[in-house]
């Protein structure tokens, strides 16, 4: 079986990092898609750090002008991305015998995901949707574009196989949300004893005014809390 990782994230991403790492253990092989939309400094092309087929294809300008996130959008939206994908793992990496699980790592790629579940056989080929945070948790200067990946994730959810999540305290949405999905839980955690205190800090007392915020509400509706607001 071939395990096939695609993402937009920084090369030293923990959590992208021990996925590779612990597939690899087991004997797969992976092959890893990189989509760089963020890092100018990193070169387009193979790459290798476990010992897995890696591949970055950058796109856009890496600004977060809004021209250049429309761009992404639409352009993340068409199966362009996934056709240049599928032409590369067909002609170098992918035996078409073998079984293929579509591990996506961020929601914008869920189109990507879709799109080559079906340039591959679909009988062969499961998708596994790893959600890196809780994007029901609401950010007080980003309520706008939190619903960005819920919208992604409502239109997507039917061709999903597989959810992992990051808090068990969730599971209930999940399991509402991806009905036909088997849903299991892996927590986040940080690499390396570097963490920067200020912003773990700062992250803690973020959650805390959202939990407190949230407790509140709850109790002005305590019946429909866990469904919907008031």
């Not at 890092?39 to 897995?52: A, D, I, N, Q």
């Not at 796109?59 to 240049?84: E, M, T, W």
Request: glycine share 4%; aromatic share 14%; charged share 25%.
């Amino acid at each position: 079986m071939n395990i096939l990782i695609l993402d937009v994230h920084h090369p030293e991403d923990g959590r992208v990092n021990r996925h590779k790492k612990y597939m690899q253990s087991l004997g797969y092989k992976v092959i890893h898609i990189n989509v760089n939309r963020y890092f100018p400094f990193l070169k387009s092309g193979s790459f290798s750090k476990y010992g897995e087929s890696g591949y970055r294809i950058s796109v856009g300008d890496y600004s977060h002008s809004l021209k250049n996130r429309i761009f992404l959008q639409i352009y993340l939206l068409l199966p362009l991305l996934a056709f240049k994908i599928y032409k590369y793992i067909k002609h170098f990496q992918h035996d078409p015998v073998q079984n293929l699980i579509i591990h996506i790592h961020d929601y914008e790629l869920l189109p990507t995901g879709v799109f080559l579940h079906f340039f591959f056989h679909s009988k062969k080929t499961k998708i596994v949707y790893d959600r890196h945070e809780l994007f029901e948790t609401p950010k007080a200067d980003q309520r706008i574009s939190d619903k960005i990946p819920q919208i992604y994730e409502y239109l997507y959810s039917r061709w999903i196989d597989g959810i992992v999540g990051v808090s068990e305290d969730h599971i209930f949405l999940l399991r509402k949300q991806f009905s036909n999905s088997e849903i299991i839980i892996v927590p986040n955690f940080f690499d390396g004893p570097a963490y920067p205190i200020n912003e773990l800090e700062y992250k803690i007392s973020s959650l805390n005014k959202n939990y407190i915020k949230k407790q509140r509400k709850e109790s002005r509706c305590p019946m429909t809390a866990a469904l919907s607001s008031c």
